[in-house]
């Protein structure tokens, strides 16, 4: 275990479901992300949040909403997603949010839509 | 749009042999890189971190950078099975909002075998 548990690890849902990822993080640390991974794609960054407050939105589509009520937890919310969205999607989180460099992977949220 | 390039692979060696995977960058400006190892089916963990041009040792790992070609590569000596993995390379670079996020490759996948 890396100290960072994601749930569910798997979701099917259809394009007019409302579901949401949840993460939490057991480290201490001050920074949550969360990441796209899709197949033959890199790693895409969403969302960041330090102490709390969202530093980086990525151009993320408003079908993805995030929710960070404390430094421990991360939620994204998902509602009327596209079959594009199909998806692995990772929360990780580290020590300092500005240093942004030794990151701590869940395992992710296996996404797909339908 | 500031890229990480990588060979997908899959790059395989036998058993003991030298494995050498590499990866440029097209940010002149960045200072941190890193290379992450992903498991089918797991998620990415750091393995290797090198901010200065030359090489940086770690066991069987050694990470070399230099700056000038915007080049980043990783070595495994003695390359075992259990090595068989995807190998992420990640380098710091600012955003265009400032802030200090990781861009990633998409990976190259190493194949060990007996």
């Known amino acids: 275990e890396t100290g960072v548990t994601q749930t569910p690890r798997h979701l099917v849902m259809g394009m007019t479901n409302k579901k949401s990822l949840k993460c939490e993080q057991h480290?201490?640390?001050?920074?949550m992300y969360w990441y796209k991974q899709s197949a033959k794609k890199p790693l895409e960054l969403m969302f960041v949040y330090s102490l709390e407050e969202r530093v980086e939105n990525n151009s993320v589509p408003s079908r993805f909403s995030p929710e960070c009520p404390n430094s421990s937890h991360l939620f994204l919310h998902l509602h009327t997603l596209q079959p594009e969205d199909s998806a692995l999607y990772l929360c990780?989180?580290?020590?300092?949010?500005?240093?942004?460099?030794?990151?701590?992977f869940g395992s992710g949220t296996q996404l797909s839509v339908l | 749009q500031k890229e990480v390039e990588q060979n997908s692979g899959p790059l395989s060696v036998p058993e003991g042999a030298i494995a050498s995977l590499n990866c440029t960058y097209s940010d002149r400006v960045s200072q941190s890189f890193f290379w992450y190892r992903q498991y089918s089916g797991k998620s990415p963990e750091l393995i290797m971190s090198?901010?200065?041009?030359g090489d940086k040792e770690d066991g069987r790992f050694t990470a070399q950078l230099n700056k000038a070609s915007q080049y980043v590569s990783l070595l495994i000596r003695d390359s075992q099975p259990s090595d068989s993995a995807t190998y992420l390379c990640a380098v710091k670079t600012i955003g265009d909002t400032g802030f200090q996020k990781l861009v990633f490759g998409t990976g190259t996948r190493l194949l060990v075998s007996p």
């Open positions: 990780a989180s580290s020590q300092d949010g500005a240093a942004n460099e030794k990151l701590f």
């Open positions: 480290l201490g640390h001050n920074a």
């Open positions: 090198i901010y200065s041009n």
